[in-house]
């Protein structure tokens, strides 16, 4: 491995723990009108809707206050009580309590850490709204650790799109066989990069292992990051 590309949401940072707690504090603060089972339900089944679709999940997820205004916003209209107020206000409290619940994995700095130490180029290649990454970046203190970085929401492009992963090669003076990159996503941060030539490690910290209608073969799965920095 003479380059690595990382992943970041879910990979380095947690993005996912405490979402549905998130929701219904938020669902309290905003709506305390709305029965709560009801529209806790209802947020479950918006949200499935809204990211199932890849072409939507591609456009919104650039800017993710506005689609969490609008998986609010359908979850209210299921409630009987649409409320484009209620909407905004539900969203923002909960992009608010995300933030706050944002953590790096425990063993990131002593991965990024030891990766530095022996030198290996890096770069942080990320999808998502521009704003909101760059945050988590400066939070976090990642950027004194990374030699490129590419967020979509600055480029334009991100993963699985292959223009992403070739200009982290290009900026960073590699060559595809000499790279590996890291991810919990099994298309974004797998698929996609071995089609390229790259090497692709699967984080399934859950240790579920691969669906069964996987057709990705990882070069390699890890419970967590450390297990990259093993020999």
Known sequence: ????????????????????ACWEAACEAAAPNVERAALLAALIDARQWFWSDPERHRRERVDMLGAWTKIAARALEACGAASRAAA???????????RAAWRLFPEAVAFLTGLRQRRVPLALVTNGDARQQRDKIDRHDLARWFDVILIEG???YGKPDEKVYREALRQLGVAAADTWMVGDHLEFDVGAPQRLGLRGVWVDRAGA???ANADISPHRVVRDLSEMLEE
């Not at 491995?1 to 549905?20: C, E, F, I, Q, R």
């Open 1 to 20: 491995m003479k380059a690595l590309l990382v992943d970041l949401d879910d990979t380095l940072l947690d993005y996912s723990g405490g979402v549905d």
């Open 209 to 211: 292992g691969l669906p």
């Open 154 to 156: 600055e480029m334009g």
């Open 88 to 98: 905004a206000d539900i969203a923002a409290i909960y992009a608010e309590r995300r």
